[in-house]
């Protein structure tokens, strides 16, 4: 996406009533206060398994893109492969390889107090006079001279300090923004947008962040100056997860263990990592392996990871959304709405899977071998995340959790019915049966109106001599709902009894 810095004007227009803007600060106190460590990268640890591949290939896109993007979920290993580029042993090359330069490394990492242009623009200029020190005086003799930042202040110091550092450098330099997602301010984009565009070709910016930036990686992408490092290319392999139990505990897996754990990792790197310091806990080789027989039990320490770096961070209705849906095996809008009782269960799901929250789009060719018809992009969640959400929901609120395992296979078996080869489905649309009967409905021929997906579930249950009050239970729906559901279905099958729709029902294979 390009924007315009006309957002740049409106800074002052984000601000909370009575807060101090980063300009104001900056005219009462000179320059905002930022903590030193903000500066600096990580120290890179060396007890970590190298991963020489992904650091060549980041060392190598260093001064050769323009921007290096590291976009996946909490704990991917985003920050730790961009530390290892500090460190010379990590890239140690192979007799016929020569190493890559290590570059120079700017490092600022962010937090949701730097989301105000000025404050971030002070950072940045600070995190280059790290390493290069009496850089960006210019930018920063603009930035301070504003007394109220206006259109041309984005340019003036983004362009200020490109200049600067085409200057100082005089090798491959990498300019690291850790955790970008804290951000969300669109004047700092504008700017930020603005500098990645002027900088250097010796100087290239590192992303690291959990959800895709309001930037214009298209455009980039296009002209061959984005390098993308994905959860896909960020999770560690089975011979990685194995050489790591290796290298960490001397624990060499036979095949079917270390296929299990991998299967619950799924090769992501605090999964692994927090499973491996569980087993360093644990002293002998025998309680090892019965901890590793009963993978299906989240450890503690995960729980707490995936509570406080993602559920807790999410809006209450985000949190919720994730919570519901954790019960169900495949992810779909029709499912999903079912399930939660929201009509805009599709876009939620589109939006989870851009964020990088833990979700996987399932492959078509699974799909159709399962017995279904593509209707809409299906994803599933990453197992570990999947089983703390469900632990969540079962913990906190067991008994809806029992309504909803009901609902959800109620639905799961009329989507396979409605989905068998052979029987029609089209798109619907009644927003007043609510969001459960507006994704599907079966043909029934002849001119007739189609029946809806709840109404397909009240069907079979009617097959199965169930009354109105049993089904209004079974589906957790009023008995006037129910009722009307019935006498909709007996109209639209043209049936006079409850006997002839259930003899209906059989010869349409739904009971």
């Known amino acids: 996406m ?3 810095l006309g957002t740049f004007a409106r800074w002052t227009a984000t601000l909370r009533p009575g807060s101090d803007s980063g300009a104001t600060l900056a005219a009462r106190h000179g320059r905002p206060i930022l903590a030193r460590a903000k500066l600096r990268p990580p120290r890179a640890r060396c007890d970590l398994l190298p991963r020489p591949q992904l650091t060549r290939l980041m060392r190598s896109a260093i001064g050769s893109a323009r921007i290096v993007l590291l976009s996946a979920p909490a704990g ?6 961009i530390t290892s580029i500090l460190v ?7 007799p016929a390889e020569v190493a890559p330069p290590a570059p120079a490394v700017v490092w600022l990492s962010l937090d949701e107090h730097d989301d105000e242009p000025v404050r971030f623009l002070h950072a940045l200029i600070a995190a280059c006079r790290q390493l290069l ?3 960006g005086g210019s930018a920063l003799a603009a930035l301070e001279a504003a007394a109220t930042p206006d259109d041309t202040l984005a340019l003036e110091v983004a362009d200020a300090l490109s200049n600067d550092l085409a200057e100082a450098a005089t090798g491959p330099l990498a300019l690291v923004l850790d955790d970008l997602h804290a951000l969300s301010n669109p004047a700092i984009f504008a700017a930020l947008e603005r500098l990645i565009d002027m900088l250097p ?3 290239s910016v590192v992303v690291a962040t959990r959800e895709d930036p309001p930037l214009p990686l298209a455009r980039w992408r296009v002209r061959g100056e984005l390098v993308e490092l994905r959860l896909p290319e960020l999770r560690f392999t089975r011979a990685e997860a194995a050489a790591l139990l290796e290298t960490r505990l001397g624990l060499a897996l036979d095949e079917a263990t270390l296929a299990a754990l991998y299967a619950r990792t799924e090769g992501w790197a605090a999964g692994l990592g927090l499973l491996v310091a ?3 806990r644990i002293g002998s080789n025998s309680e090892r392996a019965r901890f590793l027989a009963g993978l299906e039990r989240l450890d503690r320490s995960l729980y707490e990871y995936l509570a406080a770096e993602v559920l807790e961070r999410q809006d209450p209705f985000v949190r ?7 019960i169900l095996r495949d992810l779909t809008p029709t499912l999903c709405a079912i399930v939660t009782g929201r009509d805009d269960a599709g876009a939620i799901l589109d939006e989870l899977y851009r964020r990088n929250l833990f979700l996987v789009e399932i492959d078509d060719g699974r799909r159709l071998a399962e017995g279904y018809a593509q209707q809409a992009p299906t994803y599933r969640y990453h ?10 929901l079962w913990r906190d609120a067991p008994e809806w959790a029992r309504r909803l395992e009901q609902r959800a296979a109620q639905a799961e078996a009329s989507l396979r019915v409605l989905q068998r080869p052979g029987i029609l489905t089209s798109p619907i649309n009644q927003p007043e049966a609510g969001p459960a009967a507006t994704a599907l409905a079966i043909d029934l021929g002849a001119g007739r109106e189609m029946l809806t997906l709840r109404e397909v579930e009240v069907l079979r249950l009617v097959a199965a001599g169930l009354s109105n009050q049993a089904i209004a239970d079974r589906l957790v729906i009023s008995l006037h709902t129910a009722k009307r559901h019935v006498a909709n279905i007996l109209e639209k099958l043209g049936a006079a009894s409850r006997t002839e729709a259930a003899a209906r029902a059989r010869e349409l294979g739904l009971a």
């Open 320 to 326: 919720m959304f994730l919570i519901e849906t954790a």
């Open 383 to 392: 197992d570990l995340f999947r089983q703390f959400l469900r632990d969540r």
């Open 278 to 280: 569980s087993l360093e």
């Open 201 to 203: 070709p010796e100087v």
């Open 76 to 81: 991917s290993g985003k920050t730790t492969l």
């Open 133 to 135: 020190p009496g850089i």
């Open 88 to 94: 010379p042993r990590a890239v140690a090359p192979s």
């Open 2 to 4: 390009v924007r315009t």
